[in-house]
């Protein structure tokens, strides 16, 4: 009995591995070698570049904690698209959540300036979460009730939020207070994260992240909302068949979605800058789309796959100051690893249509094969 519990789970493992993690392995390993022509092409070091890239992101303990510390915006974004994308939701409005997380968490950051530090940074962080949920109910009950679609109401939603929040920190606005740049003060001291060893600037921000992605996991496979938000992502019509209340899912998935990018951007102002920017974000929104389509929206592969884009960010940084190589080159790279993610899943779709079609003309050619015998007889 063991033996054979044994063998199905190994069975399970292989399937994971040859139907998940193949493809985007072999994807990044084309697109790096397609990166390494572009590099020949253009006259550069092809190894000393790629040796950059990696020594960049992983060479030393100090550049691996960088890594960790790129990684975690996009953590949060990426697991923000894949909650909603689960629930049928296109949700590329993750960067306007993002921002009013960190204007919200640069407020709190600036309040209690004698709490305990555990306290104040769960304080700016549920900020953070509150602001990016409220600004996400807005599409999610526009489409619930208006029949919006989510996609043109966030990219407005975007627009506002970056606009509202330079407006509070430019000129005369209300939070700029005695900064003399377009940003808030810097939050109290407990309110910032700190490294966690002293040779890296690693700190705890990344495993918080980690621990979310197990949460949610948990929430859209083990809980009954997790399932009906699936269901309705899968199929809405046959959610409906079976008593979901689809409206309330899609607003609860939408909230849940908008809270993990809100305490994305919260814990980038508690764990790098310190205080609220204007334009702060270089498009950690839509970053996050990438990393969750290329991990197939699994919040536990968005771990690896932020990782992965981290690397490339840091080690990019290195490559063109050691092999001269233009750091743009690292977004080719980027590219083209989702445009091999995207072929191969295209390619598997056509594949998989062709081959039902096929079945189903062969039952069709012997049901008439049956029919023929019948008459006969």
């Known amino acids: 009995m063991k033996n054979l519990e044994l063998k199905k789970y190994k069975h399970a493992i ?10 985007p392995i072999i994807s990044i390993f084309i697109a790096l070698f397609i990166g390494g022509l572009i590099i ?15 020594n960049g992101a992983f060479g030393s303990f100090r550049n691996f904690g960088q890594t960790l510390l790129s990684s975690t915006p996009i953590l949060f974004t990426g697991l923000s698209f894949a909650v909603a994308y689960r629930a049928g939701l296109f949700n590329i409005g993750a960067e306007g959540q993002f921002y009013m997380g960190a204007i919200s968490g640069a407020v709190v950051g600036l309040l209690f300036p004698n709490l305990p530090p555990f306290f104040k940074i769960t304080l700016v ?6 602001f990016g949920a409220l600004w996400a109910f807005i599409p999610g009950i526009l489409k619930v009730k208006f ?26 606005g209300p939070f700029r207070l005695d900064s003399t740049l377009p940003a808030t003060p810097f939050v109290s001291d407990n309110a910032r994260l700190q490294p966690l060893f002293e040779k890296s600037p690693m700190n705890i921000g990344f495993f918080i992240g980690i621990l979310i992605s197990a949460i949610m996991f948990i929430i859209l496979w083990k809980t009954v909302i997790g399932y009906r938000m699936r269901a309705v992502g899968f199929n809405k019509s046959v959610a409906q068949f079976s008593s979901i209340n689809t409206g309330n899912a899609t607003v609860i998935a939408f909230m849940i979605s908008g809270a993990i990018a809100g305490i994305g951007g919260a814990m980038e102002i ?4 310190g205080r609220f920017y204007a334009q702060f974000s270089p498009g950690y929104g839509f970053e996050g789309i990438p990393v969750s389509l290329l991990a197939g929206n699994h919040p536990i592969g968005i771990i690896f796959t932020s990782i992965l884009f981290g690397a490339l960010k840091t080690g990019a940084l290195r490559m063109q100051i050691i092999a001269g ?22 390619i598997s779709a056509i594949q998989l249509k062709l081959k039902s079609n096929k079945s189903e003309k062969i039952k069709k050619i012997e049901a008439r094969k049956k029919d023929k015998k019948g008459e006969s007889k």
């Open 14 to 23: 292989a399937l994971f591995i040859k139907e998940k993690l193949l493809s």
């Open 40 to 54: 020949e092409l253009l006259g550069g070091n092809v190894s000393l570049a790629m040796s950059a890239l990696f």
């Open 125 to 130: 962080l549920a900020s953070g979460a509150l």
């Open 147 to 172: 029949e919006l679609h989510e996609v043109i109401v966030v990219i407005m939603l975007n627009k506002i939020a970056i606009g509202l929040t330079n407006f509070l920190v430019s000129g005369k």
């Open 270 to 273: 508690s764990s790098v800058y």
């Open 325 to 346: 190589t233009n750091a743009d080159l690292v977004k080719v790279i980027q590219g083209l690893v989702i445009f091999l993610i995207a072929s191969h899943l295209s």
